[in-house]
């Protein structure tokens, strides 16, 4: 079992930047590869960004690449998204996922074994 929990989420302009964090505990954090995926009212969860086990490895959606950041730091047990030039568009709930699956599709929330509860993120404009 992963307990994430995610924080640093907030009310920010339209340009401005947050960095949101996830803390995992109960298991090997570096068994892990690690997503964020974030879901607006009326819509369904949307991938973000992700990465491999070891931090070497990036993905980002098109919408967000560019902008977003993901790192990791294993020492910590933690997981980042640094995000620049915020649009209202990228207001949403962002979750943090823990994914134990080798050669596993990160894009996809199927691909996802623990999650977090999310944390709120409003771009105003």
């Known amino acids: 079992q992963v307990q994430l929990v995610e924080s640093g989420g907030g009310l920010v302009q339209a340009g401005g930047s947050l960095r949101l964090s996830c803390a995992a505990s109960?298991?090997?954090?570096?068994?892990?590869?690690m997503g964020w995926f974030r879901q607006a009212p009326g819509k369904e969860r949307e991938f973000v960004a992700a990465t491999g086990r070891s931090g070497a490895n990036t993905y980002y959606a098109d919408s967000v690449k560019g902008r977003f950041t993901i790192s990791r730091d294993n020492a910590k047990n933690t997981v980042y998204l640094q995000m620049n030039s915020l649009k209202p568009e990228d207001t949403a709930v962002y979750y943090c996922a823990a994914s134990r699956a080798y050669g596993g599709v990160l894009y996809l929330t199927g691909s996802y074994d623990y999650w977090g509860q999310g944390t709120q993120v409003t771009v105003s404009s």
């Open positions: 109960g298991r090997t954090f570096s068994n892990y590869a």
